[in-house]
């Protein structure tokens, strides 16, 4: 059975620090895996990796795949009370449109 | 830029009865899925369409049925609702295009909030 485990599951941090969000993974015949961002509604698609060591960024966002040791980290430099929400990781794998397999998220907090 | 659209966004059951879930996909998008995420759970697939064929079954019960027309929007039929139905149901969309994983990027829509009393 495919598994995505995230780590922490849960961070409070002040406005302007760094954060690393983790996600590691243990599925059959991968194909990508995906970062989202879930506030109180639908998640908000970040970033999709396929390829290890190429590092996937967007503003103050970053991310990264390692195929060999099976994980991802999600980079936030210079956090804001905005980037408050819940990160999802999710790995696609199998053939054609096979449903996402998320872990249970990362909440993060951004304290004032 | 038109995202996906579902309706209702809120709806509300009794136990036994029935409900229909729809889904508007991003227009040129010919994939569809079906996700239910429960309070504090992370979203988990039930079902998948692409180009009106179901591609790929989840942990969809055997009460719901879904389909997808032509015009690529979706139904997430839920009969005998039970109480551990009430959820959040997304729906989202993808492109296929000629690589396999660019059914990969899916798109989420706003949900549909199911509660079942």
């Known amino acids: 059975e495919d598994k995505v485990v995230q780590s922490p599951l849960s961070l409070v941090v002040h406005e302007g620090d760094t954060v690393t969000l983790n996600c590691s993974y243990e599925?059959?015949?991968?194909?990508?895996l995906l970062w989202y961002k879930q506030e109180k509604k639908a998640p908000t698609f970040l970033f999709m990796l396929?390829?290890?060591?190429i590092e996937k960024k967007s503003g103050r966002l970053s991310s990264i795949l390692d195929k060999k040791e099976l994980f991802s980290i999600l980079n936030i430099t210079a956090t804001q009370t905005g980037d408050s929400a819940i990160y999802l990781c999710?790995?696609?794998?199998?053939?054609?449109?096979?449903?996402?397999?998320f872990g249970k998220g990362t909440h993060l907090i951004i304290q004032p | 830029a038109a995202g996906v659209i579902q309706s209702p966004r809120h709806l509300i059951k009794e136990k036994r009865e029935t409900a229909t879930l729809k889904c508007y996909p991003i227009?040129?998008?010919?994939?569809v899925y079906w996700y239910q995420q429960g309070p504090g759970q992370d979203p988990q697939f039930l079902i998948s369409?692409?180009?009106?064929?179901?591609?790929d079954k989840g942990s969809i019960p055997d009460r719901f049925s879904a389909q997808q027309f032509s015009d690529y929007h979706s139904e997430l039929n839920m009969s005998s609702l039970e109480l551990g139905d009430s959820a959040l149901y997304f729906c989202?969309?993808?492109?296929?295009?000629?690589?396999?994983?660019?059914?990969?990027?899916?798109?989420f829509g706003p949900g549909t909030r199911l509660t079942v009393l």
């Open positions: 396929t390829s290890s060591g």
């Open positions: 369409f692409y180009e009106k064929m179901q591609s």
């Open positions: 227009p040129r998008h010919d994939t």
């Open positions: 999710a790995v696609a794998s199998g053939g054609g449109a096979d449903g996402l397999t």
């Open positions: 599925v059959t015949n991968f194909r990508s």
């Open positions: 989202a969309s993808a492109l296929a295009g000629l690589l396999v994983a660019s059914t990969d990027t899916q798109y």
